[in-house]
């Protein structure tokens, strides 16, 4: 893949881009804020942009945005070390495919990036199980708009990224074909473009989306 790097540690992008091109990736760019990557990102036209989240300037959130607005096609996958609930699902509303902390092995960056290249979106099992924990936690919250519903079928896909399932491996679970639950995972995160956490969470449990879970893990 051609990837543009954005982060405003020059020392991590040069290792991240060391990685990369001993994977067989070709980084075309590098910018160290959110304009530069805006424009770097009209100039190359990459495949792929890793993106941190907090920068000087123009962030990555607003930069991924943009960038989506510009050029639908091209994949952003956020690469933090915020843990921020506002910030992943802000990322995931702005376009982003994928969003991962900066603390992940090198082996589970490439298995993403890999699962990127298929079309898949890039959710770690602890991203997804902060999207539940987040949908359960705030339950009873007030909230205006409705999101869009996950189908029991989305729900079951992301309880077993948790578990760090791969995609061959949930379907199997769950008899369905390889494609298939790459195509339940792509929807789980378009779907998940909701205003705010707050009105994603509350809706969930309150409009049904997810099942509210007892102390012992079972659904009731």
Avoid: C
Avoid at 17 to 27: K, R, T
Avoid at 182 to 195: D, S, T, Y
Avoid at 199 to 216: F, H, K, M, S, T
């Amino acid at each position: 893949m051609r990837i543009v790097l954005v982060d405003d540690h020059t020392l991590f992008r040069d290792g991240v881009a060391s990685l990369l091109a001993a994977w067989g990736h070709d980084v075309v760019g590098q910018a160290a804020d959110g304009a530069q990557a805006v424009d770097l990102v009209d100039e190359v036209q990459p495949d792929l942009v890793l993106m941190d989240v907090r920068m000087p300037g123009v962030s990555g959130l607003e930069a991924t945005a943009r960038i989506k607005e510009r050029h639908p096609a091209v994949a952003i996958v956020m690469l933090t070390v915020s843990e921020d609930e506002d910030d992943l699902f802000r990322a995931i509303k702005a376009g982003a495919q994928g969003y991962l902390l900066k603390n992940l092995e090198s082996g589970q960056l490439r298995s993403m990036l890999e699962a990127v290249s298929r079309g898949e979106a890039a959710i770690s099992p602890a991203t997804a199980a902060r999207i539940i924990d987040e949908f359960l936690r705030a339950g009873r919250s007030p909230a205006r708009n409705e999101p869009e519903r996950l189908t029991d079928r989305e729900i079951e896909v992301l309880r077993l990224v948790t578990q760090g399932l791969r995609n061959k491996e949930i379907a199997a679970r769950l008899g369905i074909s390889e494609n298939t639950a790459k195509f339940h995972l792509k929807n789980i995160v378009e779907k998940l473009h909701a205003q705010s956490r707050t009105e994603l969470a509350a809706r969930a449990v309150r409009e049904g989306l997810v099942p509210e879970i007892e102390p012992d893990g079972r659904s009731r």
